[in-house]
């Protein structure tokens, strides 16, 4: 079964809390601190336009995208999921936005050319279930990044899944959407099922059932900052997300900034 098919036309209503400008917030200082991006449209030459690219990888319906396209980077939006992306195209002609969006697989990910930052951030590297095709993933990111620049991404890590959210379910009634989150983890194989089930107002008192079943599994920060050295590039700073502060055994959601170092020949 594919997943953000219908649930793409409910995601932004059922994700309304999510803290994208405290998000985009981080992510515009992490890039001033250490990246090599900056938010000038107006390059003076080719490899300052290069450099001043960004891309969201796994950009979903491209909030995140659109809210850094404003702080004045030149934005890619990277998904898989076609039904996400044509949310993010909508939000683009509405807004006016000069945002390019591409479907790939990020297992796959081809761009035109280098890029400064690639971030990826709301878990989406969990949904790679396999460490060898994670590893892929970041020779891919080291493989486009301009000399210099940053790779910027968080992750649910395995404490999180087995402690915090596994075995649980979520629920929550709204008045035109409700939904239940089920949830089922795997220790042995360190993932989690989640099950999802939505209900959908169509019309007056009538709802349309949907259900997507979700997998991702949770890395510990030693497993992630591995593929990142194995991938080529360095590490440059690791904190807690929720804090931002250093990693303690109950964190549950990491970020990590890496940055390119050379390609390998």
Same mark, same amino acid.
């Given at each position: ?7 793409a036309g409910?995601?932004d209503? $059922?994700?309304?809390?999510?803290? &994208?400008? !405290?998000?985009?917030e ?5 890039i ?6 900056k938010p000038e449209?107006?390059?003076e ?5 290069e450099?001043?690219l960004?891309v969201d990888l796994?950009?979903?319906?491209g909030? !995140?995208?659109?809210?850094m ?8 939006g990277?998904d ?5 992306l044509n949310i ?6 509405r807004n ?10 990020m297992?796959?990910?081809? !761009? &035109?050319s ?12 969990? &949904?790679?279930?396999?460490? @060898?095709? $994670? $590893?892929?993933?970041?020779?891919l990111?080291?493989n ?13 890590? @395995?404490?999180?899944y087995r402690e ?7 629920a929550?009634?709204r008045? @035109?959407?409700?939904?239940i989150?089920?949830?089922?983890y795997?220790p ?22 949907f259900?997507e079943?979700h ?11 591995? $593929?990142?050295?194995?991938?080529g590039?360095?590490?440059v700073?690791v ?10 055994d109950?964190?549950?959601?990491v ?11």
């Amino acid at each position: 079964m594919e997943i953000y098919q219908d649930f793409a036309g409910v995601y932004d209503e $059922l994700m309304d809390n999510t803290p &994208y400008a !405290l998000w985009a917030e981080r992510l515009e200082g992490l890039i001033r601190k250490y990246g090599v991006s900056k938010p000038e449209r107006d390059a003076e030459d080719v490899l300052d336009s290069e450099r001043n690219l960004v891309v969201d990888l796994g950009c979903g319906t491209g909030t !995140l995208t659109e809210l850094m396209y404003r702080k004045g980077y030149d934005m890619i939006g990277v998904d898989v999921s076609e039904p996400m992306l044509n949310i993010a195209m909508e939000k683009k002609e509405r807004n006016g936005s000069e945002i390019l969006y591409l479907q790939q697989d990020m297992r796959e990910l081809e !761009l &035109y050319s280098t890029v400064g930052t690639v971030f990826s951030v709301c878990d989406s590297l969990n &949904y790679i279930l396999e460490e @060898d095709e $994670l $590893l892929e993933v970041f020779s891919l990111v080291n493989n486009y990044l301009f000399p210099g620049g940053i790779f910027v991404f968080d992750f649910n890590t @395995d404490y999180k899944y087995r402690e915090v959210i596994g075995e649980s379910t979520i629920a929550e009634n709204r008045e @035109d959407c409700s939904f239940i989150w089920e949830n089922f983890y795997d220790p042995e194989e360190e993932i989690n099922e989640y099950d999802l089930t939505v209900f959908v107002r169509e019309d007056g008192d009538s709802f349309r059932r949907f259900t997507e079943t979700h997998f991702q599994r949770g890395y510990t920060v030693e497993q992630m900052l591995d $593929l990142v050295r194995r991938s080529g590039m360095a590490v440059v700073e690791v904190m807690d997300a929720d804090t931002g502060e250093a990693v303690t055994d109950r964190s549950g959601r990491v970020y990590v900034v890496a940055r390119e170092q050379g390609k390998k020949v």
